[in-house]
């Protein structure tokens, strides 16, 4: 299967389109990890309707390595201005700002991109393991397990919540209500349309461009009252290679620790940074300088952070959920382009998934060479104000909102999302449970009440397989987990 | 961001807290006010989402209808929204210091989402380009940004791009 697959990704990646898509896919993200406020998911949302006139190989690849160079980039603006790109290079901007507050900026930079391409490089190889051999035990699964697998993913909303459980499940319930709107999966009856456009349901791409990025602009007006830190000197970057041989071990170990960690869908970026951070600085011999610009601190957050990249795609090949936010939206990507992720896509669409893994290896060295050539103009991409880049962004969702469905009714869906994402965002209902709901509604609901059909209408088919039975214990394990450590310190 | 609940704060600080403030700079809300709310207003969607399952599922097929899963999703969104407003609402009614919300510029917010809402309802009668432009350079004054000349410039080049891009590149007719 895997010689196939990779045959049949090649004969496909061997166009120009591909390369220009991956290209694109570099320099769209660079700009926006170079943006404080924006993030790969939200990049991803604002990319993806560029991607309806390609073809779905151009269009994944373009959508992949933006969310790899995104997770690279969000350590630039954090290194030099201690503003970070997006949330996981906060944890590189605890020791990458002190450097270059020594004038070690040109180190720091050096560092945090080639342990990220290494750490990119390596878990791209531990995804091509992984998902192929997950998705072959996949392929015997039928609707029980189906829906186990959607019950356990739904569950780790409270991963994805932020620091209310109760709220994160608010947001579930939101998200699983208006993913009810359209027809009924099995039986082709109408669910709550209460206008023609709502026939085929919520758009799901005009939900994610509201409550990713059009929510986001809001909270960047809140912001553009403080002016982006100017940076007086530009640094230097040579892409000293041996600047990395003192943290090999560093490097393998949080590779490992950033995959491990993502692999678990719900834990993204962020996670496996601060958990590869912590470690390193555990076991350090120096940890008493970690914070204070310590390199170690620097190579094992990025490595880890940029591990999670693929972390995080194993379970969205593998079995249609999404390891993160940003795979999230990659699965809203392909199901838009009629390509469904989950262990079919390794029979049906091979070329989908080798594709990604080619490229997620081929752009490694472009990525490297455009971070180290290029940082004195993503530097000047820092350094765009809130002001400029706000109505641009908003113009932008608008407009790709209703690309969308050629509909202005697209950007009503957009509206209503962004408004009620930013109001939802202020009393902590993140949109990540709610677009998890919108993705995994589907799934749940259909192989729940195919699975009834098949059993004469009988509950306990859910616990006739043993797949089954263990994700749902998982899953409720995930729920109660919070629980109980909150009851730990009470005790 | 709500801030941290756990603080101490001196006594005259928390009254000044929990109450709502409104500056130009500044609205600051108390949290489980926000709470009660939005609960209250997805407590009124769940009842929807009930109701409207009795009209899909006229024959009561249970489970395995169409009906049965909007119920099963109804009845934990009420439960769960119920919750959040009764917990907002006991933080409300006790002593204790509440965690607020701030909206920082809140003027400036109101009036873009007032010009977000009314984008798509103008484009409803004009053509793209002619609302795109005027609406732009609203939304840059909105933000803050004063320049004229790159304000004009970014307008203008944005609906280049939307022309050679969207229509012209990939054959999408704009309104």
């Given at each position: 299967?895997?010689v196939?697959g990779?045959?049949?990704a090649?004969?496909e990646m061997a166009?120009?389109h591909?390369v220009l ?5 570099l320099?769209a993200g660079?700009c ?5 406020g924006l ?8 990319l993806?309707?560029?991607t309806?006139?390609m ?7 373009m ?5 790899v160079?995104?997770?690279y980039a969000?350590?630039i603006?954090a290194?030099?201005?201690?503003t970070p790109g ?5 944890i590189t901007?605890l020791d990458?700002y ?12 050096t ?8 750490g990119s ?7 091509i393991?992984?998902?192929?051999s997950l ?21 780790l909303v ?13 947001g579930?319930f ?7 709107i359209g027809?009924?999966?099995i ?7 209460f ?7 919520i758009?799901f791409?005009?939900a994610?461009i509201?409550?990713?990025?059009l929510?986001s ?8 009252i403080h002016?982006v830190?100017?940076?007086d000197k ?5 892409g000293q290679?041996?600047?990395m041989?003192?943290?090999?071990w560093i490097?393998?170990r ?11 869908p719900?834990h ?15 076991i350090?011999?120096?940890s008493e ?8 601190g ?21 079995l ?7 795979t999230?939206v990659?699965?809203g990507?392909?199901?838009l ?12 669409n091979?070329e989908?998934?080798?594709s ?5 290896i081929?752009?490694?060295?472009f990525m490297v ?7 004195r103009?993503w530097?000047?991409?820092t350094?765009i104000?809130k002001?400029v880049i706000?109505?641009?962004?908003t113009a932008l ?8 469905q050629?509909d ?9 999302f962004g408004?009620t994402?930013?109001i ?5 209902i993140?949109p990540?449970p709610i677009?998890l709901?919108l993705i ?6 259909t ?8 059993s004469?209408g ?8 043993p797949i089954s039975v263990?994700c749902?214990?998982v ?6 987990l919070?629980f109980i ?7 | 961001m709500?801030t941290?609940?756990d603080e ?5 600080f928390?009254?000044e807290?929990?109450?709502v ?5 500044l609205?600051s809300?108390?949290?489980p006010?926000l709470d009660?709310l939005v609960?209250a207003?997805?407590?009124l ?5 009930w109701?409207?399952a009795?009209?899909i ?7 395995v209808?169409p009906?049965g899963?909007p119920?099963?999703v109804a009845?934990?969104?009420?439960a769960?929204?119920?919750a959040?407003?009764?917990?907002g609402?006991i933080e409300?009614r006790?002593?204790?210091s509440a ?9 400036a917010?109101v ?6 809402v009314?984008?798509?309802f103008?484009l ?5 380009y002619?609302?795109?432009?005027p609406?732009?350079?609203?939304l840059?004054?909105i933000?803050g940004f004063r320049r ?6 970014c307008a203008?080049g944005?609906?280049?791009?939307a022309?050679?891009v969207?229509?012209?590149l990939m054959?999408?007719p704009?309104p």
């Amino acid at each position: 299967m895997m010689v196939n697959g990779l045959l049949s990704a090649l004969s496909e990646m061997a166009s120009w389109h591909v390369v220009l898509s991956m290209f694109a896919g570099l320099v769209a993200g660079y700009c926006i990890g170079s943006i404080p406020g924006l993030s790969s998911s939200i990049g991803i949302a604002l990319l993806i309707p560029f991607t309806f006139a390609m073809r779905p190989v151009d269009s994944i690849v373009m959508l992949v390595t933006l969310y790899v160079a995104t997770e690279y980039a969000g350590a630039i603006p954090a290194i030099l201005v201690n503003t970070p790109g997006i949330p996981a290079a906060a944890i590189t901007a605890l020791d990458g700002y002190p450097m270059r507050l020594r004038g070690e900026a040109g180190t720091a930079l050096t560092l945090s991109i080639l342990s990220a391409a290494f750490g990119s490089i390596l878990s791209t190889l531990l995804l091509i393991l992984t998902s192929t051999s997950l998705a072959s035990v996949a392929l015997a699964f039928g609707p029980v397990e189906y829906f186990a697998i959607a019950v356990l993913g739904l569950s780790l909303v409270s991963s994805l919540s932020g620091h209310s459980m109760l709220k994160g499940f608010v947001g579930l319930f939101f998200g699983l209500g208006i993913g009810l709107i359209g027809t009924d999966p099995i039986d082709g009856v109408t669910r709550y349309v209460f206008a023609d456009s709502l026939l085929s349901g919520i758009g799901f791409l005009p939900a994610l461009i509201g409550l990713f990025a059009l929510s986001s602009i809001f909270s960047m007006i809140e912001e553009s009252i403080h002016p982006v830190p100017p940076l007086d000197k530009l640094p230097n970057v040579f892409g000293q290679f041996g600047l990395m041989r003192p943290h090999f071990w560093i490097l393998l170990r949080s590779t490992l620790i950033g995959y491990l960690v993502s692999v678990v869908p719900g834990h993204g970026a962020t996670i496996s940074a601060v958990v590869s951070y912590a470690f390193q600085k555990r076991i350090s011999k120096t940890s008493e300088t970690f914070g204070t610009g310590n390199p170690e601190g620097v190579v094992a957050s990025e490595t880890g952070g940029n591990a999670s990249v693929a972390g995080a795609l194993a379970p969205m090949l593998a079995l249609g959920i999404p390891g993160s936010a940003s795979t999230a939206v990659l699965i809203g990507a392909l199901t838009l382009h009629g390509v469904q992720p989950g262990p079919l896509l390794f029979v049906k669409n091979p070329e989908i998934p080798y594709s990604i893994f080619i490229a997620m290896i081929v752009t490694m060295p472009f990525m490297v060479i455009l971070g180290l050539g290029g940082v004195r103009l993503w530097v000047l991409v820092t350094q765009i104000p809130k002001t400029v880049i706000a109505p641009i962004v908003t113009a932008l969702c608008l407009l790709g909102s209703y690309a969308s469905q050629n509909d202005i009714f697209a950007m009503w869906t957009t509206v209503f999302f962004g408004i009620t994402g930013y109001i939802l965002k202020k009393i902590d209902i993140q949109p990540a449970p709610i677009v998890l709901a919108l993705i995994l509604g589907y799934l749940t609901e259909t192989n729940f009440r195919r699975a009834l059909i098949a059993s004469s209408g009988d509950p306990m088919t859910f616990f006739t397989s043993p797949i089954s039975v263990v994700c749902l214990i998982v899953a409720a394990g995930v729920f109660l987990l919070p629980f109980i450590r909150r009851q730990k310190p009470a005790a | 961001m709500p801030t941290n609940v756990d603080e101490p704060r001196p006594e005259s600080f928390e009254r000044e807290r929990a109450t709502v403030v409104l500056t130009s700079r500044l609205l600051s809300l108390p949290v489980p006010l926000l709470d009660v709310l939005v609960g209250a207003i997805f407590m009124l969607m769940a009842l929807f989402l009930w109701i409207g399952a009795d009209y899909i599922d006229r024959s009561n097929t249970g489970l395995v209808g169409p009906g049965g899963f909007p119920r099963g999703v109804a009845l934990i969104f009420g439960a769960v929204s119920l919750a959040m407003a009764l917990r907002g609402a006991i933080e409300l009614r006790s002593s204790r210091s509440a965690a607020t919300v701030e909206f920082v510029q809140p003027f400036a917010v109101v009036a873009a989402m007032i010009m977000v809402v009314a984008y798509p309802f103008l484009l409803g009668f004009f053509n793209y380009y002619l609302v795109t432009g005027p609406w732009l350079i609203a939304l840059f004054l909105i933000t803050g940004f004063r320049r004229p000349l790159p304000m004009l410039l970014c307008a203008a080049g944005f609906l280049v791009f939307a022309k050679l891009v969207f229509e012209m590149l990939m054959g999408i007719p704009l309104p």
